[in-house]
């Protein structure tokens, strides 16, 4: 049986680890995964108040993300810092990661004008405990603090990748 879209944003919100068990088995969910992806970052366009154009570069910028994202937790967490048990593809990680992305879609609050940045702020320390789960789930740890350690080496070469390719394209 088929789990509905919306279903899966809630249990993902809700840090519910079987879910995150459940995409990371279900290689239909990949398209679900996109859309949550496309959510995410039209929310966050709509409440930063970015223009047309701003929502189509957050678009574009946030798929690009997801993508490198998935691949850097793949290989660190399935390549350099693998349990025993850990057997994953980067498809396990790209659905898992952007189902942890789903509290952000109540980023579109940030247009309310009292609760701009305490919504920025509170989504972002709730997509990052999901994505600890989701990352200790997809890779099958036992260990929290190796998830944790996983996400901060990303986090750490991701923002080296993004600096790396900001500084590259020169001013603008």
Do not use: H, N
């Amino acid at each position: 049986m088929a789990t509905s879209f919306g279903a899966r944003m809630v249990r993902a919100a809700k840090l519910d680890r079987a879910v995150y068990e459940e995409l990371e088995k279900d290689r239909t969910a990949t398209g679900q995964a996109a859309a949550v992806v496309v959510l995410v970052a039209v929310a966050t366009g709509i409440g930063l108040g970015a223009g047309l154009r701003g929502l189509a570069v957050g678009l574009v910028a946030g798929l690009v993300a997801w993508a490198l994202w998935a691949a850097l937790i793949y290989w660190v967490g399935a390549k350099m810092l693998p349990e025993p048990q850990t057997r994953a593809d980067w498809g396990e990680l790209a659905r898992t990661l952007a189902f942890a992305s789903s509290p952000g879609s109540l980023r579109i609050l940030g247009i309310v004008p009292v609760l701009g940045d305490i919504v920025f702020v509170a989504t972002g320390i709730w997509m990052l405990v999901a994505t600890v789960i989701a990352v200790r789930q997809a890779l099958d740890y036992q260990s929290l603090p190796r998830a944790v350690a996983v996400c901060l080496i990303g986090w750490i070469a991701q923002m080296a990748v993004f600096f790396l390719l900001t500084r590259s394209a020169g001013p603008v």
